[in-house]
């Protein structure tokens, strides 16, 4: 009788251990999906910012252009163009940058959950194994 208290324990250990794999899984996946979100408004932040601080870039540019007496037109407007599409590009990677960053992380908290689940299953058939072997002991 004390085997068979064994065997059921060793079983339901093992049954622990996977549902705890399980569990572990489930919550790094939220953690990580929590984490990519904040990666991306991180990322949205950041293109706010760049616009703003590009369009006090292209003032302060075009001021001083204004001062110099050069004018607006010609190579001034070259530069002045060039700036703008300098600066669009940098807030799009900015953006871009924080949605690959979320990206990443939730593919990896999808990656952690999986992983979790398949030790459950692992964990439930090593549960199964060792009843059938107990069983198998006690009948030879």
Known sequence: MASYAALALTAYGKYQQGQAAKQAGAWNQSVHNMEGASAEQQGLNQETIERRQGREFLGRQATAIGQAGIGYGGSSAAV???????????????????AFTKWGLTTQGTALNYEGQVQAQSANLGAGASILRGFADYTS
């Open 80 to 98: 002045a163009h060039d700036s703008s599409i300098n600066t669009e590009l940098d807030a799009l990677n900015a953006r871009y940058r924080g």
